[in-house]
């Protein structure tokens, strides 16, 4: 029997029932769950990022440049909003760091509070760093965070350059400023030519005046000597007068505080009795007249009475018997009057002689009467004038010592001034000596400021005065004077096209090995019949190639019309497909025909080696040493780089390069197959008994 007929045989097992043909319909669409669905579930990713939950903080206080208020903040915020790059959360700080820990967002952009401050910064003279803030979060998802560093890498371009720009752009600004101010200093320095051939003339009436000032300083030291001499004096005698008023501020208070509670718990008191007084002084001067007359007799009635008493003693005392008891108290009275009259006698005697002393008395006792009634008037505020006394007395000394304190100032002062006096007379003999050696040297500096006034002219002549057009073409190319123009060739239109070259190959290798797990790789009743191996090999490997294009086919069907997958060749795709369906399955069928149930694990590990190590994500270079050895010998990195080229286009070379190893690949399995077949004709105990079986 011939192989396409023993194939179509082994295909027939599935009509025979609901099962089998559920298997069979379940095998040819078994590709899509990992072709179609896999590439459908993230197709165009890049393409829907504004379906993520971003954070976006703007803590941006703004700033003011040159007197232009400054709201880069605002400007990057709305720009972003505007772009629809992410689904932007305009939040708080506190809102995007919670958010971002707990999931709810997947980052946070932040602009800081003084970002423009430091953008504007680029026009003073201390530039800094404006600075975006980025939060990932990797727990959330990994991806993401890969994706916004690309995405706000060029956000940080962006505002870089606006920020250049306005630096640059001072820059320029500075450059016309320059020339303006230089033109400026070029006519000063012609009117500085001018002056200083009036200061020439002046430098010499300054050589006179300074010949006079010095005679004026010589004076002036002279004078001030004689002043400091005198403040000495004045010195000493200020502070003389300080101790005495101190003194006398002492005994003031002294004596108010002694007197003063005195004077005015009794001031009414006083009062009285000066009234009194004042009243006693006037009538005894107003008697002053009649007392030679009234001492003459009051000094013999003195006498008479005295007499009088002493006869009366002796009559009754004297040479009598019986003692009078009153006559001790009689005889003290008798020596009492004789003593009276005497003093009256005395007093007489001192009126008489002093008659001429009685005038001046009155007079005395006049100015007693008016100052008795002077008393008599204060005395009831005598008290408080005494505190105000002392308190005049207290200033006095007080001002006494600050007059010491500034005579003391004075003479330092003029000390001081007197040795500054010297030193002035030095100086203004140095200058003397100085304003002679100007008056040489304005020679030379005529001659310097012509220099000066034709380099001016010179130098801004040479200067660039860019006017705002040439400032803005300028500003354009400083601030971003490198641009990436990127040419992508045979551009993949999104995510997915550019995956689907290494999922599509690992569908069919997953058909072709789930295929082998429900038709045998080797024909059984071909085997027992004695066929040719070749036959029995092309017979386990026609169903299974089959199977390959039916699910290739519906694959491609679906990523195309369902999906949206374009090809740059599609009629070549198909027919490359046509030949990797083919090899998968002879390489599946060998490794199950040669090992059996252990030939599933193998496929299985071959599956994994290829998918690791084909480059079908990142370049192989960059994975382990290992993978980069086992890489140009697996046929699943030729099938990637030939549906590269076919898919997204470029140069054939690398698909005629695989179809030559997927057709390798197929007639060395198909080969290997037929001389396991061969010995698969052969039974043994193992094959009656197997170790394993699946």
Aim: aromatic letters at 6%.
């Amino acid at each position: 029997m011939r192989s396409p007929k023993l194939a179509a045989l082994e295909l027939k097992r599935f009509g025979r029932g609901k099962l089998p043909r559920a298997a069979l319909a379940a095998l040819l669409l078994l590709p899509l769950l990992y072709g179609a669905l896999y590439l459908w579930s993230f197709w165009d990713p890049y393409g829907k990022l504004n379906k993520i939950p971003v954070a976006l903080v703007n803590s941006d206080t703004g700033a003011t440049a040159k007197g232009k208020k400054l709201t880069a903040g605002d400007d990057i915020t709305d720009k972003l909003l505007d772009s629809k790059t992410f689904d932007w959360h305009p939040v708080s700080a506190e809102e995007a760091r919670k958010g971002v820990a707990d999931g709810t967002y997947y980052l946070s952009l932040t602009v800081p509070s003084d970002f423009s401050k430091q953008i504007a910064s680029s026009s003073g003279k201390s530039p800094e760093t404006g600075a975006l803030k980025v939060r990932t979060n990797d727990a959330n998802n990994y991806i993401v965070g890969q994706i916004s560093r690309s995405v706000f890498s060029e956000v940080r371009s962006a505002a870089s350059t606006k920020a250049s720009r306005g630096f640059y752009d001072n820059i320029f600004i500075s450059f016309s400023d320059i020339h303006g101010e230089t033109e400026k200093a070029a006519k000063g320095a012609d009117k500085l030519g001018k002056g200083i051939g009036k200061a020439k003339k002046g430098a010499g009436d300054l050589a006179k005046g300074l010949a006079k000032a010095k005679k004026g300083s010589r004076e002036l030291k002279s004078g001030i000597g004689k002043l400091d001499k005198g403040s000495g004096k004045l010195e000493t005698g200020a502070g003389g007068v300080a101790d005495g008023t101190q003194t006398l501020a002492d005994k003031a208070n002294e004596v108010s505080a002694k007197v003063g509670p005195f004077l005015k718990k009794n001031g009414k008191e006083i009062g009285e009795v000066s009234r009194l007084v004042a009243e006693a002084s006037r009538k005894a001067s107003d008697n002053l007249d009649t007392l030679p007359e009234t001492t003459s007799a009051a000094a013999v009635k003195a006498r008479k009475a005295s007499d009088d008493l002493a006869a009366g003693y002796r009559a009754r005392c004297e040479g009598v018997v019986t003692a009078d008891p009153d006559c001790p108290a009689l005889k003290k009275s008798v020596a009492a009057a004789d003593t009276a009259a005497d003093v009256a006698e005395d007093v007489n005697t001192l009126v008489r002689n002093n008659t001429d002393q009685l005038d001046t008395l009155g007079t005395h006792l006049d100015d007693l009467h008016d100052k008795a009634l002077w008393l008599a008037d204060n005395a009831p505020h005598l008290g408080s004038d005494l505190d105000s006394a002392v308190q005049k007395i207290n200033a006095l000394n007080s001002g006494a010592h600050k007059v010491a304190k500034g005579a003391d100032a004075l003479h330092t002062g003029l000390t001081t001034a007197k040795t500054g006096a010297s030193d002035l007379d030095s100086g203004v003999g140095k200058l003397r000596t100085g304003a002679d050696t100007l008056n040489g040297g304005m020679f030379k500096l005529v001659d310097g400021s012509g220099k000066l006034s034709g380099g001016l002219h010179d130098g801004a002549g040479k200067i660039p005065d860019y006017d705002k057009r040439d400032r803005d073409a300028r500003t354009e190319v400083m601030s971003d004077p490198v641009q990436l123009v990127k040419q992508a060739m045979h551009k993949a239109p999104n995510y997915g096209t550019g995956f689907a070259p290494y999922f599509i190959p690992l569908s069919l290798w997953v058909g072709a090995m789930v295929a082998y797990m429900l038709i045998q790789p080797l024909n059984g009743r071909a085997l027992a019949a004695g066929a040719a191996s070749w036959r029995v090999a092309l017979a386990g490997w026609l169903p299974v190639a089959a199977i390959g294009v039916v699910q290739m086919l519906a694959l491609m069907a679906v990523l195309h019309w369902a999906i949206g997958l374009q090809m740059i060749r599609a009629a070549g795709t198909i027919g490359f497909l046509l030949l990797v369906a083919a090899c998968f399955a002879a390489i599946v069928q060998w490794l199950n025909a040669r090992f059996g149930p252990a030939g599933r694990i193998l496929v299985l590990a071959l599956l994994m080696l290829q998918l690791t190590s084909a480059g079908g994500t990142y370049p192989v270079q960059t994975s382990p040493r290992f993978f980069s050895a086992i890489h140009p010998f697996l046929p699943m990195t030729y099938v990637v780089d030939g549906l590269r080229r076919l898919i997204t286009g470029g140069g054939l070379g690398p698909v005629w390069l695989a179809c030559a190893v997927l057709l390798g690949y197929t007639v060395a399995s198909l080969a290997l197959t037929a001389w396991s077949a061969r010995r698969r004709q052969v039974w043994s105990v193992d094959r009656l008994h197997p170790e394993l079986s699946l």
